[in-house]
């Protein structure tokens, strides 16, 4: 069952600024009702989001050729690009319709162990319009997780040293207009839960996006213009023992007469830093969370790029 609903009443960041309190109260208790929040007045200028959306839209035209000299088999998806139909949502026997390229941190500021962001020589200005895209995002990303902490009701810096150095991407998501109807039982985007700490998803031109309230309702997720998503990753449901949860969420196929539109979206994965052991907060446990082993974000992280079809399982 599907439903449009006012559930995800934008929250203006502005907020943030005169009653911190009041706004960390809002996104968290948003994210505890459904996973998801939507902030409008973000701090992301629309320059930035503009240029980044012209290089999207000139790498993703290039032809198959070019764009797989940049894909590394081995790779894990984890830099540059991945052709369409390689990716599929955890437990999902169809790959998803779509292609994407990752932007990472730049090695100097970094603490795991990844190669450097491939550098695009066909398209002018890519490599700035990214990062600069890439570095906006992590600076408003790390900015919520202040308002999240306030909500935790953790000294507000407390995820800072968590996530200065971890592996967080920037994806530029392309689903190519669809011409003929797609194969059965497949969707731009299976039902799936986000893997990192909180995703920031810029609105999409195209709808589709949906996420799985608890009360088993698909609810469609259309921000108004200039507005971000933001959702709870897995990293960030298993620290809280599931007081913020990871909601399912998935992106359908177009109606008829949208499938002739290509769909580029592009959200950015905030990672905690490789080292940092997940465990369960005990005040988390104490209003009734449930605990799962602690584990550390690079082991979790390689553990599900291996569910998610990037990495392939060693025999």
């Known amino acids: 069952m599907t439903n449009s609903t006012n ?17 960390a109260k809002a996104l968290g208790d948003s994210f ?57 949502a955890k ?24 190669k450097e962001t491939p550098s695009v020589q066909e398209v002018e200005g890519f490599d700035q319009a990214t990062y600069s895209m890439y570095e906006a995002m992590d600076g408003f990303g790390r900015q919520l997780l202040k308002a999240i902490a306030i909500y935790l009701e953790l000294d507000q810096d407390w995820f800072e040293n968590t996530v200065n150095v971890g592996n967080s991407i920037l994806r530029l998501l392309h689903y190519p207009p669809q011409k003929s109807p797609p194969p059965e039982g497949t969707v731009r985007a299976g039902a799936h839960e986000d893997i990192n700490v909180i995703t920031l998803l810029l609105g999409a031109e195209e709808a589709g996006l949906q996420a799985l309230h608890r009360s088993g309702k698909w609810l469609s997720v259309n921000p108004p213009k200039g ?40 959200p950015f994965f905030l990672h905690f830093n490789n080292e940092f052991l997940i465990k369960p907060m005990d005040s988390c446990i104490e209003q009734g969370g449930q605990a799962e082993p602690a584990i550390t974000a690079g082991d979790y992280l390689m553990e599900r790029l291996v569910e998610i079809g990037l990495v392939k399982e060693k025999s």
Not at 7 to 23: D, G
Request: charged share 20%; aromatic share 12%.
């Open 91 to 114: 437990g999902a026997a169809q790959s998803d319709l779509k292609e994407f390229w990752h932007t990472g941190r730049r090695l100097e500021d970094y603490s795991g162990a990844m």
């Open 227 to 266: 507005a971000l998503v933001i959702n709870c990753g897995d990293m960030l449901q298993r620290l809280t023992a599931g007081l913020l949860p990871s909601t399912t969420h998935r992106v359908l196929n177009p109606s008829a007469e949208r499938a002739k539109f290509p769909r580029y979206s592009t």
């Open 7 to 23: 559930m995800f009443e934008p929250i203006s960041f502005s907020l943030w600024h005169n009653n911190p309190a009041e706004f």
């Open 32 to 88: 505890r009702e459904t996973g998801f929040a939507v902030v409008k007045d973000h701090p992301i200028s629309q320059e930035i989001i503009d240029n980044n959306l012209t290089a999207t839209k000139a790498f993703f035209a290039m032809s198959d050729a070019q764009k797989k000299g940049y894909f590394e088999k081995d790779g894990g998806g984890q830099r540059g690009y991945t052709p369409f139909g390689t990716e599929n």
